[in-house]
């Protein structure tokens, strides 16, 4: 059991989570830009149906969407090293950050894959022959007409899982990363406030969330301008 509540250590507090808050984002920055690699490649597998990458990617999905990330990233930390000892590549001690980014990189492409694939399949086929009228071939058709616009409508559930991802990193400090939870995780230790270090932890996910969704939301009208069917992101 904590000491009494102490509502000014929740201010005090802040600053020193506020510090870690770098991890955090670069957790969340270093993820989400290998997982749009991961996930526009496994969309296209998708998409065009090709043998056992197909079914490799299915499973991929489906691995990945039916487990939790807690479990997922035990397995990156503890099971990477274990598979890579076989070749004779020893990164067992690797910096715990790395297989935190590997693994909300593979879980962001999993979820990017299928909403880029749905996005791909809402452009109009008849954008893909007019590329072909001018005389583009499949790489520039699809990269320059096709994937622009299934960014756009891709956008606003880009967006919620970037959200999503942003919460989830705080998960990192299970497998020693020292960010924000990992930081609070001592602060509870030398204190006995494990109230106050949670709901400064609380305040400051919430306002980053509010600025990421106004960030979105202002990325998205821009985007979404000369349109005149409105999407938006989810709150």
Known sequence: MGKAFDPSLIVDFIPTLIYYLGV???ILAASVLLGMVIGIAAAILRLFRIPVLNQI?????????????LIQLFLVFYGLPA???????????????YFVIITYALSN????????????KAVDYGQT????SVGMNNSQSFFRIVLPQAIRIA?????NSIIGSLKDTSLAFTIGVMDMMG?????????AHALEVYLSLAVIYYAVVLLFEKIFRLYENRINRHQTVEVSVTG
Do not use: C, Q, W
């Open 24 to 26: 955090t984002l670069k």
């Open 57 to 69: 990617v299915i499973l991929y999905i489906s691995f990945i969407r039916g487990t939790p990330i």
């Open 83 to 97: 598979i890579l000892i076989f070749i004779n590549i020893d990164i067992s001690r690797m910096d715990a950050l």
């Open 109 to 120: 492409g999993a979820h990017f894959a299928e909403i880029f694939r749905g996005a791909i």
């Open 129 to 132: 022959e007019a590329a072909y």
């Open 155 to 159: 956008f606003p559930n880009i967006a």
């Open 183 to 191: 930081r609070g995780e001592t602060l509870i230790a030398a204190t």
